[in-house]
C-alpha cells in the first residue's frame, strides 16, 4: 500500500519507518526543511535506539522516502496519516490543533483518488469529525474516508511498540476505511495482536483514557511513597505488594519525581479541559495534574533538605535531564522544573545526561556546566541528583565518585540503588518513599 506520513517527528517518523518495514510504500513529510534534508543524507535527527538502523535500511530498500512536498507525497496514497503536534494551547490547557487542520487542508488539496486519512497524532473528540469538514469543504469532490488511530508507543521502545502492540485501535465510520486499515496492519495481525475497531470518537478517547489512566496510577504511587516516608514503610514492597495482584498489575507504580514526557502532561491536561467542556469534569484527573505539577517542586525542597536545609552556594551534580532514558526528548521533564529551582535557590549545577544535553541547552538556564559524565560532573559537588535512571547511572563506581565530590551526599530520585549498599560506601542517601 501507499501510505504518507505529515510529519517527521518521534511518532511519525517510527510509524512512517515501521509501516515501510512491514513492506508498504512510505513518505514521510514535513515543514521543516533542516529534518528532512538530515533524512535525505540518512541523519536521524532524533535519538531513539534502533531507528538509524530501520530507517536507512529501508530508505536503501526504495520503500521509504522523504519530502517538503506535501502534494508529492500524497498523490496516490491509499493511507494519509497527520501525526503533526498537538502541544498544550497557551492560555487553556486544550489541545492547540492548529497544525492538524492546517495538514488537513494540504492534504485534501494534494490527494488523489479514493484516501483514508488518519489522525495518528492525540487529538480530543471530535477532531477527525472537524477534520472531515476541513476537507470535504476544500475538496467538495473528494473520494475519502477519516479515520482515527491513535499511537501508543513509548519513545525509548518505540520499535517495538509499534512492531509489537498490545492493541492497535481504529475509529472508523465506514467499512472501507476499516478495510485499508486492516490491510495497512496486516502483518501486525498474523502475529494475533487485537485490531479493536470502534467508532471515531471512542477510539480518540481511547488515547486520553489510557494516558491519564498511567499518569493517574504513577501519581497514586507517588503519593503513596510520600506516606511510606512519613510512617517507615518502603514503596518499593508496596509497590511490589500491590503489583503482584493481577488486577493491579506491576507497571507504572515506580514512584519518582512525577511524569513528565512529551505526552502525559498535555494529554492528562487537555482531557480535563476536554470533560469540562462537555459538562462531565473528571476530577481524579483534575487531581492528578495538580499533585503532579507541585510534585517536581516538592523535589527542590527534597534536595535542599538532604543538603542540611540550604543550596546556597553549593555545587550540585545532577544526573539525567531528558524525562526518561533512552529519548533525548527533554519536553516536560521534571528537570526543567528541578534544575532551574535549585538555580532560584543559589545553587551551582554542573549536570550531565548521555542524550538530552543538546536539547537541553536550550531549555534550561546558561549557567549550567555541562559535563563528560557522572564522574566530572560530580567534580566539587556538595552532592548528587539523580532525576533520571539512565543505565549509565545504575552501577556508578561509588567510591570514585565520592571522591570526585566535596560532600557524600546522594538524592536518587528514581530508587535505583539500595540504600544499605550506598550507606556502606559512606553515602548519605535520601531516596523516595524509602
Ligand atoms: N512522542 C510520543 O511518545 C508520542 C506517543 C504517542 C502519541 N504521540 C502523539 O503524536 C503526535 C506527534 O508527536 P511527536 O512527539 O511525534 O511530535 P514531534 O514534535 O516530534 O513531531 C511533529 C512533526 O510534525 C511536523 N509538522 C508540523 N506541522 C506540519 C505540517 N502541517 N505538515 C508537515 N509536518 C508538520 C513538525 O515539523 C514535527 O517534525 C502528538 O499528537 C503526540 O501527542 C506522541
Redesign the pocket.
Given at each position: 500500500m501507499k501510505v504518507a506520513m505529515?510529519?517527521?517527528?518521534?511518532?511519525?517518523l517510527v510509524s512512517g519507518a515501521c509501516f515501510a518495514d512491514f513492506g508498504h510504500q512510505v513518505v514521510c513529510?514535513?515543514?521543516?526543511t533542516a529534518?528532512i534534508e538530515a533524512l535525505n543524507r540518512g541523519e536521524i535527527p532524533?535519538y531513539e535506539p534502533g531507528l538509524d538502523v530501520l530507517v536507512n535500511g529501508n530508505r536503501f530498500a526504495g520503500r521509504l522516502s522523504f519530502t517538503t512536498d506535501?502534494a508529492e507525497g500524497v498523490a496516490g496514497a491509499d493511507a494519509v496519516f497527520i501525526?503533526?503536534?498537538?502541544p498544550t494551547r497557551r492560555g487553556d490547557g486544550h489541545a492547540d490543533l492548529s497544525?492538524v487542520y492546517?495538514?488537513a487542508e494540504?492534504i485534501a488539496r494534494a490527494m488523489t483518488g479514493y484516501t483514508v486519512i488518519v489522525t495518528?497524532?492525540?487529538?480530543p473528540v471530535g477532531t477527525a469529525d472537524e477534520v472531515e469538514r476541513i476537507v470535504r469543504r476544500v475538496r467538495p469532490d473528494g473520494d475519502f474516508s477519516v479515520a482515527s488511530n491513535?499511537?501508543?508507543?513509548?519513545?525509548g521502545a518505540?520499535i517495538d511498540d509499534f512492531k509489537r502492540p498490545d492493541r492497535v485501535v481504529v475509529g472508523a465510520e465506514d467499512e472501507r476505511a476499516r478495510e485499508v486499515m486492516r490491510k495497512l496492519y496486516r502483518p501486525l495481525y498474523l502475529n494475533e495482536t487485537p485490531l479493536l475497531f470502534t467508532n471515531r470518537r471512542t477510539s480518540e478517547l481511547i488515547k486520553y483514557a489510557a494516558n491519564a489512566f498511567l499518569a493517574t496510577k504513577i501519581t497514586f504511587i507517588n503519593e503513596i511513597a510520600d506516606l511510606c516516608e512519613k510512617t517507615g514503610a518502603n514503596v518499593q514492597d508496596v509497590s511490589r505488594g500491590i503489583g503482584l495482584d493481577g488486577r493491579i498489575g506491576k507497571k507504572f507504580l515506580h514512584a519518582g519525581p512525577g511524569y513528565g514526557?512529551?505526552?502525559f502532561p498535555?494529554?492528562t491536561l487537555a482531557l480535563v479541559r476536554t470533560a469540562q467542556q462537555f459538562g462531565a469534569p473528571i476530577h481524579i484527573v483534575e487531581t492528578v495534574v495538580e499533585v503532579n505539577t507541585k510534585r517536581k517542586l516538592k523535589m527542590v525542597d527534597k534536595v535542599i533538605e538532604a543538603c542540611g536545609g540550604s543550596v546556597d552556594g553549593k555545587t550540585i551534580a545532577v544526573l539525567g535531564l531528558t524525562f526518561k532514558p533512552e529519548t533525548d526528548?527533554m519536553r516536560d521533564a521534571p528537570s526543567l522544573d528541578i534544575v532551574p529551582g535549585l538555580i532560584a535557590r543559589g545553587a551551582r549545577i554542573r549536570a550531565h545526561d548521555p542524550q538530552g544535553m543538546k536539547e537541553a541547552k536550550h531549555l534550561l538556564p546558561e549557567s549550567i556546566t555541562y559535563c563528560d559524565g557522572p564522574y566530572d560532573a560530580g567534580k566539587g559537588a556538595d552532592a548528587v541528583v539523580i532525576i533520571t535512571e539512565w543505565n549509565a547511572y545504575r552501577a556508578l563506581d561509588l567510591p570514585r565518585l565520592k571522591q570526585a565530590l566535596k560532600a557524600p551526599v546522594l538524592i536518587d530520585l528514581r530508587n535505583i540503588y539500595e540504600p544499605a549498599e550506598v550507606a556502606r560506601q559512606g553515602f548519605t542517601y535520601v531516596s523516595v518513599g524509602r
Open positions: 505529515i510529519g517527521a517527528g518521534y511518532v511519525g513529510i514535513d515543514t521543516n529534518k532524533i506535501i501525526a503533526v503536534g498537538t497544525y492546517a495538514a494540504d495518528k497524532s492525540t487529538v491513535p499511537e501508543f508507543l513509548r519513545e518505540a514526557g512529551s505526552c498535555k494529554d526528548d
